[in-house]
C-alpha cells in the first residue's frame, strides 16, 4: 500500500486546514487510517484514527473537539479536517494505514506511513 498525502500549510491560529490521504495498491480487507504529528524535539505522537468498515474514531485528546477525521471509501481516502488551530499543533503531520480493525495509539502498530506534510500554526 503507497499513501499519498495532501494539503497542510500555513494557518494562524484559530483557523483551519485539511489533510487529505489516499491510499493505493492492495486496500482491500480491513483497515484503519488515521494521522500522527511529530513537532520539533518532540516524539511523534498518534493524533486520530478511523476504522473503514464502521467509520469509528479516535482521537487523542490533544485534538479531540477540534479535528474531525472522515473517510471515503470508495477513493481509499482518510480526510482530516483541523479547525480552531493552535500553534501547539504545529508538526510534520504523516498519514498511516494498517490492516485491521483496532485503531492503536502506538506508531509500530502502523505498517504503512505516507510522506510527512508540514502543518505551521502561527500566533
Known amino acids: 500500500v503507497q499513501l499519498q498525502a495532501s494539503g497542510g500549510g500555513l494557518a494562524q491560529a484559530g483557523g483551519s486546514l485539511r489533510l487529505s490521504c489516499t491510499a493505493s495498491g492492495r486496500t482491500f480487507g480491513t483497515w484503519v487510517m488515521g494521522w500522527f504529528r511529530q513537532a520539533p524535539g518532540k516524539e511523534r505522537e498518534f493524533a486520530v484514527g478511523i476504522r473503514g468498515s464502521d467509520g469509528a474514531t479516535h482521537y487523542a485528546d490533544s485534538v479531540k473537539g477540534r479535528f474531525t477525521i472522515s473517510k471515503d471509501n470508495a477513493n481509499n481516502t482518510a480526510h482530516l479536517q483541523m479547525n480552531n488551530l493552535r500553534p501547539g499543533d504545529s508538526a510534520v503531520y504523516y498519514c498511516?494505514?494498517?490492516?485491521?480493525?483496532?485503531?492503536?495509539?502506538?506508531?509500530?502498530?502502523?505498517?504503512?506511513w505516507g510522506r510527512g506534510t508540514l502543518v505551521t500554526v502561527s500566533s
Open positions: 498511516v494505514r494498517r490492516t485491521g480493525a483496532n485503531i492503536y495509539v502506538a506508531p509500530d502498530r502502523y505498517d504503512f
